[in-house]
């Protein structure tokens, strides 16, 4: 069954600095998001990304966040200078135009100290 | 965007059938009703989705009665694998949507 990769599994990181988390979507998706999931709380939508163009994205994608697909496989987040509430579990996720075909991946626990 | 109501856990016996009803009163016309599991430290998957009356698979069943204003997801003969959180979630039917999770329904299934 077809996967999406996200690497580091987990990457801890001083407040301030900038961190950028890795995706490999499905190889004939179309959409890509990420997802963010802060410890005990809901999954929150970030940033959808489609033709390579930011479709949607919500309140907490602000300024210091940014999204990029560098080389047509790869699909990245990128936070600018890391703080404190940034501390979660961040899921890519990417899908075809079906419904079942939305797929996350296993997540970066990022920690900021 | 329809609101979604679930009940916030839930246990059940290992080898029992496990029912967890979501309500959405204000479902739209267009919409489906997709039901996501996610174990800890692990991104949802997508289990079923239904638009009305029974949708059933591999994994589970979703009944969805004629006024669509709740859902309940059976899954049947629930195995300590099966601890985990399950979300309801309201919207089109299509990949090409962002995903609005609520808080689940956590689930633990007891030896």
């Known amino acids: 069954e077809p996967e999406v990769t996200q690497t580091p599994s987990h990457q801890v990181t001083q407040m301030g600095q900038e961190v950028i988390l890795r995706c490999v979507p499905i190889?004939?998706?179309?959409?890509f998001y990420w997802y963010r999931q802060i410890l005990g709380q809901k999954v929150e939508f970030l940033v959808s990304?489609?033709?390579?163009?930011?479709?949607?994205k919500s309140e907490i994608f602000d300024d210091q966040f940014s999204v990029e697909r560098p080389d047509g496989s790869n699909f990245t987040l990128k936070i600018r200078s890391t703080k404190l509430e940034d501390s979660a579990m961040y899921f890519c996720?990417?899908?075809?135009?079906?419904?079942?075909?939305?797929?996350f991946g296993s997540g970066t626990r990022l920690t900021v100290v | 965007l329809a609101k979604t109501t679930q009940p916030i856990s839930m246990d059940s016996y290992e080898g029992q059938e496990v029912n967890i009803t979501c309500s959405h009163n204000?479902?739209?016309?267009?919409?489906?009703i997709t039901w996501y599991q996610q174990f800890p430290s692990q991104g949802p998957r997508f289990i079923i989705q239904?638009?009305?009356t029974k949708v059933t698979n591999e994994v589970a069943s979703l009944f969805i009665p004629a006024d669509r204003k709740s859902s309940t997801l059976s899954l049947p003969r629930v195995s300590l694998s099966d601890t985990a959180v399950y979300y309801c979630?309201?919207?089109?039917?299509?990949?090409?949507?962002?995903?609005?999770f609520g808080t689940g329904t956590r689930l633990t299934v007891i030896p």
């Open positions: 990304f489609y033709n390579n163009e930011i479709s949607e």
């Open positions: 239904g638009y009305k």
């Open positions: 979630l309201v919207g089109l039917q299509t990949g090409a949507n962002n995903l609005f």
């Open positions: 204000n479902i739209a016309t267009n919409d489906y």
């Open positions: 190889s004939n998706h179309l959409y």
């Open positions: 996720a990417s899908s075809d135009y079906t419904y079942y075909g939305y797929t």
